[in-house]
């Protein structure tokens, strides 16, 4: 589980930094407004079903399911091209603000 919040940080660095970089000056304020709302509002949601689905299957299964999606999740996004040229076409544009 460490391990897991370990990752996520990394992730969502380079996930912020990529849509900072990304995002136009002008609608910045709007993006993230609604990213982070959305974020929030599907909080509840996850809840809602991680513990619908452990009184069904049980702690272990869930937890395996919920691994098995992760890993196919990232494996599915990592082979999309377009992500993939995000992250290389920034490599000239490293300035200093």
Do not use: H, W
Request: with cysteine; glycine share 10%.
């Amino acid at each position: 589980m460490i391990l897991l919040g370990l990752l996520l940080a990394i992730v969502n660095i380079n996930l912020m930094v990529i849509f900072q970089k990304n995002t136009p000056t002008e609608v910045k304020g709007r993006f993230f407004s609604i990213l982070e709302t959305g974020s929030s509002l599907i909080v509840p949601l996850g809840f809602l079903v991680a513990g619908r689905t452990v009184d069904l299957f049980g702690y272990s299964k869930n937890l395996y399911v919920m691994g098995t999606m992760i890993v196919l999740a990232s494996l599915y996004f990592y082979f999309i091209p377009g992500i993939n040229n995000i992250v290389e076409g920034e490599e000239d544009d490293d300035e200093v603000c």
